[in-house]
T-cell receptor
Framework: KNEVEQSPQNLTAQEGEFITINCSYSVGISALHWLQQHPGGGIVSLFMLSSGKKKHGRLIATINIQEKHSSLHITASHPRDSAVYICAVPLLASGSRLTFGEGTQLTVNP | GAGVSQSPSNKVTEKGKDVELRCDPISGHTALYWYRQRLGQGLEFLIYFQGNSAPDKSGLPSDRFSAERTGESVSTLTIQRTQQEDSAVYLC?????????????FGPGTRLTVL
């Protein structure tokens, strides 16, 4: 079992739909990162959160430390949101190095 | 300001040759990380540097892989006697420090193809 699991692996949506991507982890963490990987391969850090909720534009990330679960939401999705979304955690036993989920491939159709 | 840069952006090499990949972190960032992403797979940790501390090399897949960092600046990842399974995108990231809560900023990656 992976220490970080994401679901779904693939997600196809119509423009305007509300998107939810989930991340579960099995060990203690101090913070969780959501990353976006563009089709060309570049990675951008979207959020780093350790509790509650953060919002940036149409993106919202939530985390429940007790339940070891985080969600990334995209409101009013747009084709330019199409990318791979990756959940990553610095496991407490491994310092600050990140352990990554397998990623969720999101495709938003016009 | 400038982000993390990596060079080359693409590298094609023949099996058995050595390659060097370079990473320039964001100025002032003391922590530097190397990750690898093989085709169709997730990211995996290779090595990280924090200031003058001994690097965490626990992710290096074999002794053919090594990395160096000059102070708190440039890092080079060297792969000796490359194999086809080394083909991947090699990503470098840096952060202000090696705190678990620090944001890591990623470079564009080097796509390595071993023929």
């Amino acid at each position: 079992k992976n220490e970080v699991e994401q679901s779904p692996q693939n997600l196809t949506a119509q423009e305007g739909e509300f998107i939810t991507i989930n991340c579960s982890y099995s060990v203690g963490i101090s913070a969780l990162h959501w990353l976006q990987q563009h089709p060309g391969g570049g990675i951008v850090s979207l959020f780093m959160l350790s509790s509650g909720k953060k919002k940036h534009g149409r993106l919202i990330a939530t985390i429940n430390i007790q339940e070891k679960h985080s969600s990334l939401h995209i409101t009013a999705s747009h084709p330019r949101d199409s990318a791979v979304y990756i959940c990553a955690v610095p496991l407490l036993a491994s310092g600050s190095r990140l352990t990554f989920g397998e990623g969720t491939q999101l495709t938003v159709n016009p | 300001g400038a982000g993390v840069s990596q060079s080359p952006s693409n590298k094609v090499t023949e099996k058995g040759k050595d390659v060097e990949l370079r990473c320039d972190p964001i100025s002032g960032h003391t922590a530097l990380y190397w990750y690898r992403q093989r085709l169709g797979q997730g990211l995996e940790f290779l090595i990280y540097f924090q200031g003058n501390s001994a690097p965490d090399k626990s992710g290096l897949p074999s002794d053919r892989f090594s990395a160096e960092r000059t102070g708190e600046s440039v890092s080079t990842l060297t792969i000796q006697r490359t194999q086809q399974e080394d083909s991947a995108v090699y990503l470098c990231a840096s952060s202000l420090a090696a705190e678990r809560s620090d944001t890591q900023y990623f470079g564009p990656g080097t796509r390595l193809t071993v023929l």
